[in-house]
């Protein structure tokens, strides 16, 4: 991974860790327009071995239309950044695989990220027996952290 951008390695791992903010996916249809989208992710650190490679995973419905898309064409960009001064964030662009989550692993963290836990009306909808779930692992090639903080006179 190739990273760039006012951010160190460790700078940006610790902003994707802690920020609960979605994440906006962009990638192609089969007919070659645009798309984006906005998901959940999760930051998992990928260097047992030492290495700062990490990946961000999200969950959604199989049937989804960015699963079909990504499975046509695997190149997506990504940005999670604030949408509030002092404007900070993490652009980039990978590769995206699919995997099925039949266990739902994936959205369970997703929940307990996002809501704080599995008990609420959207929680269950979501993990209903009869729906089967996708994660969508992002593995990012080039990766620009930025942080406008001492633009603004905020502390960052």
Known sequence: MHVRGSLTDDEISRFLSERTIPIRLGCRTPS????????WYRYRADGEDGSDDWTLDCATAEGAKVVGYLREDP???????????PYAG??????????????????????DRYLGGTDSELARNLLREDREEVTISIEPAVVYGWDFSDRTGAGG
């Open 32 to 39: 070659g327009h645009p798309w984006m989208l906005s998901m």
């Open 75 to 85: 190149a997506l960009s990504f940005e999670v950044s604030t949408n509030d001064p």
């Open 90 to 111: 993490v652009r980039g662009r990978g590769t995206a695989t699919i995997e099925a989550d039949p266990e739902k692993e994936t959205l369970r963290d997703l929940l």
